[in-house]
């Protein structure tokens, strides 16, 4: 390995103990009414950018930019506390949470914990009942930190993000509720089907998200 090669894995490393030093830890702290997903009090998940650990996808992606706020050393400016954010889940308030900013014992890695997907057919929303939705990821420009690959298929939907990355998951989730609806945004170019690319700049995951019917 020559000394440039050196140096640009010495500065990725540096880049990724950076990116791994935290992680948040999100508490359930009051479950009002029912909630679908089936999140209970006490319950708790280690949250990063990346890792959603199996909470529900619409409070995930509700929370996220405070996540990335908190991972990255900010603080969010009405919250009394640095290292600390409460919200609530976007389906009327039904599940709070508080989310406290942790150390990674080992920022060498990504931290990677539950990816399975909860089903969610007969709860009520007939949306999910007639439709899949699946992401499919057609190209990555550099390295995937998450692990993803060109050809990977899986499903999510606005409950679960299963396989993806948390930052994919996030980008990807405007679109969700779209084509479960029956309808695609403008500029698609194909029916129930819409292309995109994660925020990362440099890496530049493309997925295609496509709806179909059972």
């Known amino acids: 390995m020559d000394d440039n090669q050196t140096d640009d894995k010495d500065t990725t490393d540096a880049i990724l103990k950076e990116i791994n030093r935290y992680y948040q830890e999100v508490t359930i702290t009051d479950v009002s009414g029912r909630c679908p997903y089936g999140h209970q009090k006490g319950d708790t998940f280690k949250v990063t950018s990346m890792n959603h650990d199996c909470l529900c996808g619409a409070l995930y992606q509700s929370i996220h930019p405070g996540i990335v706020t908190l991972e ?31 150390m990674n014992p080992d920022p ?3 931290l990677k914990t539950r990816t399975h997907i909860k089903n969610m057919a007969g709860k ?22 998450w692990g993803h690959s060109a050809g990977e298929t899986f499903e999510v939907d606005p409950f679960n993000a299963g396989k993806a990355c948390g930052y994919l998951y996030w980008q990807a989730y405007e679109f969700i509720m779209l084509l479960l609806s029956g309808e ?26 496509t709806a179909q019917k059972k």
């Open 72 to 102: 990255y050393g900010g603080r969010l400016p009405w919250e009394k506390s640095s290292d600390t954010f409460t919200a609530r889940c976007p389906e009327t308030g039904t599940v709070a949470i508080t989310a406290r900013r942790r």
């Open 108 to 110: 060498s890695l990504c």
């Open 124 to 145: 009520g929303f007939p949306l999910l009942d007639n439709c899949t939705l699946t992401l499919e990821i057609v190209d990555i420009a550099n390295h995937c930190a």
């Open 184 to 209: 695609s945004p403008p500029w698609a170019g194909a029916r129930n089907s819409v292309v995109g690319i994660c925020p990362d700049p440099f890496n530049q995951v493309t997925y295609r998200l």
